[in-house]
């Protein structure tokens, strides 16, 4: 990302100090004020808070998946921002979010543009993606399209998104769920330990779904399945 998360946050705050002295007059999102949850490492938290201050009620933050979805369920935020970098398990953290708070647009926070990440996001529910360094009118743009229904995707990251999808819904009459994701990451050109881990399975779970997609899609290998998808 090139900043640490102390280096992070230190700019927010500094940007929030400096906007605090511009003119007044402009609204931050619209006339009702956004309810956010903030679900992230206490530097980052801190430094988002103060640069969001005075546009953004900041109603609950977490630092770990538990209490991130037990506050969804308190609080029933607008929007939930959640640091990818909380839990290994942070896809269950989106899915809990969405499940205490049906309403709740979950946006991601990622340190780098993943395509596998993103992808995972998506799954769990998340309307967001958004990697790297943030700016404080970045954050209020996000806020802004998530919570006018839209979803916040960087551009160069779209077509990824779209050819999964194509993948999956030529796929969906024929494969179970979890062969479709361990087709996404063999296309991705991932190893059999990469894909257990991104999922959470055993290698050898993975070897029986790669020998049933040889089965099912009608070719003789792993290799041949990898170029059957191009």
Not at 114 to 130: K, P, T
Not at 180 to 206: N, W
Request: glycine content about 6%.
């Amino acid at each position: 990302m090139g900043v640490t998360e102390m280096d992070f946050s230190a700019a927010l705050v500094n940007e929030a100090r400096a906007s605090r002295s511009a003119p007044c007059g402009v609204r931050g999102l619209n006339e009702t004020t956004v309810r956010l949850l903030i679900v992230d490492h206490m530097p980052t938290r801190v430094g988002i808070r103060m640069a969001l201050a005075g546009d953004i009620d900041v109603c609950a933050e977490a630092s770990d998946p538990e209490s991130a979805i037990r506050a969804a369920k308190r609080e029933q935020p607008d929007v939930a921002l959640v640091g990818i970098t909380i839990s290994s398990a942070w896809c269950a953290t989106i899915r809990g979010i969405c499940r205490a708070a049906p309403d709740c647009a979950v946006v991601v926070l990622a340190e780098t543009a993943d395509a596998d990440d993103l992808l995972e996001s998506v799954r769990a529910g998340a309307v967001g993606y958004v990697p790297g360094a943030l700016e404080i009118e970045r954050l209020r743009r996000v806020f802004r399209a998530v919570t006018a229904n839209e979803a916040v995707i960087p551009r160069a990251m779209v077509g990824e998104l779209v050819s999964e999808v194509r993948s999956a819904a030529a796929a969906s009459d024929l494969l179970t769920g979890r062969e479709v994701q361990v087709v996404g990451m063999l296309r991705r050109g991932h190893s059999t330990t990469r894909i257990a881990e991104r999922l959470q399975i055993t290698p050898v779970t993975v070897r029986r779904h790669i020998s049933e997609l040889v089965r099912k899609l009608g070719v003789e290998s792993r290799a041949d399945l990898i170029e059957w998808l191009g």
